[in-house]
Nanobody, 118 residues
Framework: QVQLVESGGGLVQAGGSLRLSCAAS????????MGWFRQAPGKEREFVTG????????GYADSVKGRFTISRDNTKNTLYLQMNSLKPEDTAVYYC???????????WGQGTQVTVSS
């Protein structure tokens, strides 16, 4: 049973910071590439950033470059997303996901709500 559980979402004022966590279980975490996605009401799911199995980012969406940072702790089976300088446009449900190399993301969490007020 593979489970990805996001946490750390909440309400924050514009310009503030928030750190999301994604706790993974039921898989060999270090073998999977991980990603963060987000979806705002009425909009399609958007790729935010990804992390290789060994660490390091696969890239960032243009909208979050310079503000968001992905990281992972394979000893804790946990993925993180540090979000700084938050904007109201960042308001969305944030999801973490897992994949093997060169595959689609196949495991998804339930999401955590991030709301940025102006």
């Amino acid at each position: 049973q593979v489970q990805l559980v996001e946490s750390g979402g909440g309400l924050v004022q514009a310009g503030g910071s928030l750190r999301l966590s994604c706790a993974a279980s039921g898989l060999t975490f270090s073998r999977y590439g991980m990603g963060w996605f987000r979806q705002a009401p009425g909009k399609e799911r958007e790729f935010v950033t990804g992390s290789r199995w060994s660490g390091g980012s696969t890239g960032y969406a243009d909208s979050v470059k310079g503000r968001f940072t992905i990281s992972r702790d394979n000893t804790k089976n946990t993925l993180y997303l540090q979000m700084n300088s938050l904007k109201p446009e960042d308001t969305a449900v944030y999801y973490c996901a897992a994949r093997l190399s060169f595959t689609d993301y196949i495991y998804w969490g339930q999401g955590t709500q991030v709301t940025v007020s102006s």
